[in-house]
């Protein structure tokens, strides 16, 4: 493996920091990884479910795809292996190796090594050593090693991850689904997705779980890539091999000028020619008192002229030695009882005891022990169930509420309990005296009254619109049922969103309303 042409910097990581980095992998070569995912997995689901479609089994579909999630995991796989030596692959070559790579791997991801939670961290030594047998499994212990309890992490959080992105899909699809196209109630829509669900949503549904698995196993297969790389790095010193290599190639490229250095120096020293009536070990005696007389004392140029007192040095360090923190001894005082044998006749005196009254025995112990913490405990708990009564108290008063600005309006809209006799002419009335709200207000009341008799039904108190608008589906007049939503829908423009229809708009509205339920004086 060259790994002098990696394109990270190599270093002892800690495992999190690992997965991050086989993330960041997965970011940087994103186009190399989703385009031949996507020619690969398209394909497959679309087959699946076309004869789930046929047979009318979906579920088999999923769980197919589902099951074969670690035949695709090979395409990441390829392509941040080849990225991180600095050649990133492309879409047919990815494609192209998946064949080359063979398939025994492929069945044995797929049977018995299907529900490995350390799948992520397993599959480089798989598919990247080509080792197999005994040597396999001595690999797999080696490096797995520190990395299997985040490995396992690992796999639970992408599951949640794909979990969260399928959940949150559905509630965007139900939270801006229109409120007409909703069932009258909670219980039919369950009935409806439980019992009898249309083609197309249980189609929906298999393309939701292929989408959130495309979205979040490139990025699982890459933090296992990263755990892998991380402990192959603290095993065989990667980043130790990298340093060494490089010095190597810098020692390489130097070493003729080096030598050349060497050579010069070795001709250039000079030759000391030995005097004649001297002795050998008299010329080394003579050179050593030289050297000693002229090399000066090096305590004064570090101390000063000062010289340290030895009474005061040894009191400082008798005092050192009998500090508490550097004597290895300690003394320590405990209670014991004056008798140890009378706690052990009591231990067997309490063994002799029914279970009955042994139970009761500790319960009562447990109580006199924690009981005082169980009150204080309580206390607290019903402080701060309450603190919302006496909190403002203590604080000198509660304070009066504000009156909101619209309170005014919002009181003036109140209507008498009974209608008009003409609620066409004093909707208009209304409206010339510049109170529109007023009038929609009216012609709202009194639709709803008219609904609910033609439909024969009785709303609860405090109906909202969506439940009115619901139950006018029982009028048996499509006219009536057209009418009322666009009431309704006027009076929620009015109401809500401060738009009030033009005059013209108003009198139609007006007429039709006199004409469709019959308001006459």
């Known amino acids: 493996m060259r790994i002098e042409q990696l394109t990270v910097r190599l270093r002892v990581r800690s495992s999190w920091e690992a997965v991050e980095l086989g993330m960041a992998l997965v970011r940087r070569h994103a186009a190399a990884i989703w385009k031949p995912w996507l020619w690969l997995t398209l394909p497959v689901f ?49 494609l192209r190796t998946q064949k080359a790579w063979g398939w025994k791997s492929v069945r044995q991801l797929l049977t018995w090594r299907r529900f490995s939670p350390v799948r992520s961290l397993y599959l480089p030594i798989d598919l990247l050593e080509g080792v197999d047998g005994d040597r396999l499994r001595q690999r797999r212990g080696v490096l797995g090693g520190q990395a299997y309890g985040t490995a396992v992490l690992l796999t639970l959080i992408c599951l949640h991850f794909e979990a969260a992105l399928v959940v949150g899909a559905v509630v965007a699809v139900l939270a801006y689904l229109p409120t007409g196209l909703m069932p009258d109630s ?28 495309s979205v979040v196993e490139p990025f699982f297969i890459g933090a296992g890539f990263g755990l892998y790389l991380n402990r192959r790095t603290q095993i065989e010193a990667w980043d130790v091999e990298i340093v060494f290599r490089q010095l190597r190639a810098r020692l390489a490229a130097s070493a003729p000028v080096l030598l050349a250095v060497m050579l010069l120096a070795g001709m250039a020293g000079p030759l000391r020619a030995q005097e004649r009536d001297t002795p050998p070990q008299a010329h080394a005696r003579s050179d050593q008192k030289a050297e000693t007389r002229a090399t000066p004392p090096t305590l004064p140029r570090v101390f000063g002229e000062q010289r340290v007192d030895e009474a005061s040095f ?14 290895r001894t300690q003394t320590r005082s405990t209670w014991e009882r004056r008798n140890p044998d009378d706690r052990k006749k009591e231990e067997e005196k309490d063994r002799d005891l029914p279970p009955l009254l042994a139970g009761l025995g500790a319960v009562l112990a447990f109580i006199g022990e924690w009981g005082l913490w169980l009150i204080v405990g309580a206390l607290a708990v019903a402080l701060l169930a309450t603190m919302r009564y006496w909190l403002p108290w203590m604080r000198g008063g509660r304070r009066r509420d504000a009156v909101p600005d619209d309170a005014v309006a919002t009181e003036a809209l109140a209507l008498p309990e009974a209608l008009p006799d003409d609620i066409a002419t004093v909707a208009r009335r209304l409206w010339r005296e510049g109170r529109p709200r007023h009038a929609l207000a009216l ?64 009198d139609a509205l007006v007429s039709e309303l006199e004409l469709r339920y019959g308001w006459t004086a």
Request: glycine share 4%.
């Open 314 to 327: 040894r009191k400082a360090a008798d005092q050192a030695y009998r500090d508490p923190l550097l004597d």
């Open 46 to 94: 679309a087959l699946l479910n076309t004869g789930a479609w046929l047979i009318d089994q979906f579920w088999l579909a999923a769980l197919l795809m589902w099951w074969l999630k670690p035949a695709f995991d090979r395409i990441p796989l390829y392509v941040v292996s080849r990225a991180v030596f600095g050649s990133v692959p492309g879409t047919a070559e990815t």
């Open 443 to 506: 012609l709202y009341r009194a639709s709803v009254d008219s609904m609910s008799a033609r439909a024969d039904l009785v709303l609860p108190p405090g109906a909202t619109e969506a439940e009115c608008l619901r139950a006018s589906r029982r009028m048996p007049q499509a006219e009536d049922r057209n009418v009322f939503a666009r009431m309704v829908r006027t009076w929620q423009y009015a109401a809500y969103a401060q738009r009030l229809p033009e005059e013209g708009e108003f």
């Open 186 to 213: 909670v219980q039919d829509a369950l009935k409806l997705v439980s019992e009898t669900p249309p083609a197309w949503m249980k189609l929906c549904w298999n393309a939701l779980l292929w989408a959130a698995a």
